[in-house]
């Protein structure tokens, strides 16, 4: 592993009095070659053996461009939700002391935990018109289960950790100080949050944003149940990917998987200039 | 990242003037509003599953659980996850131990790539697998000559969920063995240990609570996975049906009650690692130290 340097000076590794590079390097890449990449690499592979006719007629098929608008959109406005309540959430926890603060900062990974297609049928049934929740809506006009509203509601429910426990950890760190330099300069509480506090948890906050986002665009097992899963209405685009997969057609379900990863690719990209962007400004 | 003091955890409550905390009221509000967000989005869920699945009595509750059905779903469950949880140990302490201690070119790019299945579709991780070993699948008319079946069977569903619970054991001990550094390890080394001594007797005791916190999350995935397992699975009930896939069925099936009997097995589950998660980082705060943040 050390020999054949590329020149003079250049080494693959750090010498170390460590054994066991090799091995473990080597088992790792073989692992994740087969595991991981070769099969992803087949995923690229079929989408590129398609042609670009195929690919495109696919690609700008009615019901593709719609699931993939229902997936993108409800991700978004989901993760946009979980921006606003998980620094709330975030911000209760590390500020204020009350009792069972251990179990509801323990209970936000819940999501994490909870297997996807439980929480699917338990929101289903508590949104329902004859639910808990339902029932309480129906009479407002709201209906949120069979709905696109019932996609993003599950969407909410698997974000939300993402946020908290993104920005959490930021918040513990802020400096106590720069809150009373801003309040002995005249700030009230508002200025303080909005001017210094704010800006700081800025790159945090659009992580957690990304990570929520990337997660909602792929969500399958909560939301199919909710959804209703009405082609060009409620339809995600996961759930294209498989019902493809489940008349033969493969070609649409690589399509759809492919334009599917280049999009979060692409949403990941921009995040992260954006992220940059605003750890600079902000420092 | 680095500094154990951050990570401590406990509420900054110490002597709060006005200037540096909320006024009352709107402390108020900010508690409420966190309380009902949780509640509704988070406790809620938990209770109906709970509700539902005794809605007919403990009878009916029980004899669901014993349905041949449901017991061969919660078999390949347990299976699927005795065979694809310790596959993935493996492979997190080996990809940790060439990242955490030692320095060589392409080592983010590395780190970067075991986080991709994160990014990635449930479906997609599943389709993967099908567009290679399925009958139209690249390897599929080779693995039908030889008689090899994958797909729509027990060797795809253990495939499927190795990928998609991949990151955790390694990316929960790449950061903590990062921060130990090699001090320890190069000791034992120059008291004679052997490579083998110095990583089962040194490294494996100092990480050994940050390995369980990953196993931990590893294995709460790796039983309740859905979307991959079902692209996967075939639904074959009775045989290829996982704990997750069974609900599902269940479910559509209208029999509501039995449905939630399995999902509540799974919160029960689910409940469980979160206490235990809970109880490590209450516990072994500091030594998961690395892992705090995500």
Known sequence: MTTAPAKAGWRFRQPSVIPGFGLTLGFSLAYLTLIILIPLSGLIWRSAALGWTDFWAIATDRRTINALEISFGTAFIAASVNVVFGTIVAWVLVRYNFPGRRIVDAMVDLPFALPTAVAGIALTTLYAPNGWLGSLLAPLGIKVAYTPLGIVIALIFIGLPFVVRTVQPIMEEIDKEVEEVAATLGANRFQTIARVLLPGLAPAIVTGFALAFARGVGEYGSVIFIAGNLPYKSEIAPLLIVIRLEEYNYAAATAIAAIMLALSFVMLLVINLVQTWSRKRYG | ?294
């Open chain 2, 1 to 294: 990242m680095a500094d154990p003091e951050i990570k401590s955890y406990a509420p900054h409550h110490e002597s709060q003037s006005a200037a540096v905390t909320e006024s009352r009221p709107a402390k108020a509000v900010l508690m409420i509003v966190t309380f009902a967000f949780l509640g509704i989005f988070l406790l809620l869920p938990l209770i109906v599953v709970f509700n539902e699945a005794f809605a007919k009595g403990l009878s009916a509750y029980t004899e669901a659980l014993t349905n041949p059905d449901t017991r061969s779903a919660i078999h390949l469950t347990l299976l699927v996850a005795a065979i694809s949880v310790p596959l993935n140990i493996v492979f997190g302490i080996s990809a940790a131990w060439a990242i955490a201690k030692f320095e060589f070119k392409g080592k983010a790019f590395l780190t970067t790539l075991i986080d991709l299945p994160f990014s990635v579709s449930p479906v997609i991780s599943g389709l993967v697998y099908v567009l290679l070993f399925g009958a139209q699948g690249l390897l599929g008319g080779w693995l039908k000559a030889h008689g090899i079946v994958i797909l729509f069977a027990v060797p795809g569903i253990v495939l499927a969920t190795i990928f998609v619970t991949f990151p955790f054991v390694a990316r929960e001990l790449i950061p903590l063995m990062q921060e130990q550094g090699n001090g320890d390890e190069e000791a034992a080394l120059s008291l004679g240990a052997n490579g083998w001594q110095a990583f089962w007797y040194v490294t494996l005791p100092n990480v050994k609570w940050g390995l369980l916190y990953g196993v931990l999350l590893c294995n709460a995935r790796a039983m309740g996975e859905f979307g991959a397992v079902s692209v996967v699975s075939g639904h074959i009930r009775g045989l290829t049906n996982t704990m997750p896939l069974h609900v599902e069925i269940l479910y559509n099936e209208y029999n509501a009650a039995a449905a939630f009997t399995v999902a509540s097995l799974l919160a029960g589950l689910a409940l469980v690692t979160l206490v235990l998660k809970t109880l490590l980082e209450m516990r072994y705060g500091a030594e998961l130290a690395a892992t705090r943040g995500h």
